[in-house]
């Protein structure tokens, strides 16, 4: 159980990392610009060195990763807080490890964007880059804990970082923004550490723990809880997941937050920190409390309709890119969570390639953005037009982003989007029928957005504008290889999650519909009746 430890390793290079960057000197006030602008070099190149490191390292950890073996690998099991049955407990499985991998691959992009946005802050560009390595550090835990106590701490932790980059690297109404962050992040915190604190009690009353209190997972799940006691502990966790996604009615608190942050902290936020959300749905609401799924599906079911729907419906009369693709957002996770909790194999595994490859796709699209926005100095999409003629790179990656956004046949969130929707309308035809109105509504907000912005004549404030360099290429093309590649061949992904998604169907006591029309054995095997 403890072999090499390979998930604490991934953890501690992102620390060791923004460790590194505190220990550069700052340089006095009354430097020279150029030894100003060398010491800021330093701390970019060792964070994005850092990062590399981690996704090699990564790369590396999951070539041992058996997708033919035992659900949990990589484990790590250490006392922590022995009197309290805490643990230092980390291991992934198909689903984990694919989220991971996600992170891993948007950081050193996100570096790379994020050259320039801290250079003109009130605050040293040394502690934005430390704090984002903090942060890689922080999604990595939550992903890979699997001790519940371990997972709150990570949890929790990732919002310290996150506020800093939005309340002291933002722009407008960045401390509001912040602030709003915090308040509905620590609500939901602190509902979620009721139902853990719950939960330990009940697992010392268990047999199935010898009665003794416990965080872990793989001990918890054996617990037997009554339909009571599951609906409200279901709740303390769902609540606070619901807040981080964020589903409607609880995401109020995203579009202030995207539009306030850096490109690069919104795509971190957007992109990964939201995703521990939806991942907690899976891996805390299903599996530890598989009574108290069933009982609520229906509700959760409307509101992940909702938020399809009420998302792509505001994001068309948006007039700010960054609200708006912040209201896209909202609309993509109600897709996931509709295929979490339609319990069908097909939909989970939908909704959990769906978490990769939104984080890919609107990654792409929020960075091409800020770069649009550095140049331009707004990000009123009426403030731009004719981009396509004056920047036709630019234009280009971005519109691909953004068909990935609504979902383009070939591209990454298409297979990801129609296996979310069949597996949905093999249970829940009604709700599966009105998430696909999503669909055309994405085009709608998508195509509006491109053709005002890029298309049309050429709009006096952008007659200049220069398109990408190559430092953003190297940030941007990686994330278009990614969105096609994952669109033409999504198989090694899905052979990855498809195992994971298997045992916590199990867990959760779900089966798939059967066929109204079952096909018949003969035509199984080949043969003619």
Known sequence: MNGFPWLTVAGAIPLAGALAITLVPSMPADSAPGDVQARSRLVK????????????WVIV???????????????????????????????VDGIALVLIGMTVVLMPVVVLASWHDADNARRSPKTYFALMLVLETMMIGAFAATDVFLFYVFFEA??????????SFGVGQRQYAAVKFLLYSLLGGLLMLVAVIALYVYAGQSAATGHHGTFLFSTLVHVALSPTVQKWLFLGFFIAFAIKAPLWPFHT????AAASAQPGAAVLMLGVMDKVGTFGMIRYCLELFPSATHYFTPLILTLAVISVLYGAIVAIGQTSMKRLIGYTSISHFGFIVLGIFALTTQGQSGATLYMVNHGFATGALFLIAGFMIVRRGSDRIADYGGVQKVAPVLAGLFLLSALAGLSLPGLNTFVSEFLVLAGTFSRYKVAASFATIGIILAAIYIL?????AMNGPVAESVAGMPDLKARELLAVVPLAVLIVGLGVYPKPVLDVINPAVRATMSQVHATDPVPAHPVPAAAQNGTQP
């Open 45 to 56: 190149l060792l964070t994005l060195g850092f990062s590399l490191v981690t996704l090699v």
């Open 253 to 256: 608190w995203l579009p202030d």
């Open 448 to 452: 509006w957005m491109y053709q005002r």
């Open 61 to 91: 950890m999951a070539t041992r990763f058996n997708t033919s073996g035992p659900d949990f690998q990589l484990t790590e099991q250490y006392s922590w807080i022995p009197q309290f049955g805490v643990h230092y407990a980390l291991g």
């Open 158 to 167: 990732m919002l310290i970082p996150m506020y800093f980059m939005i309340g």
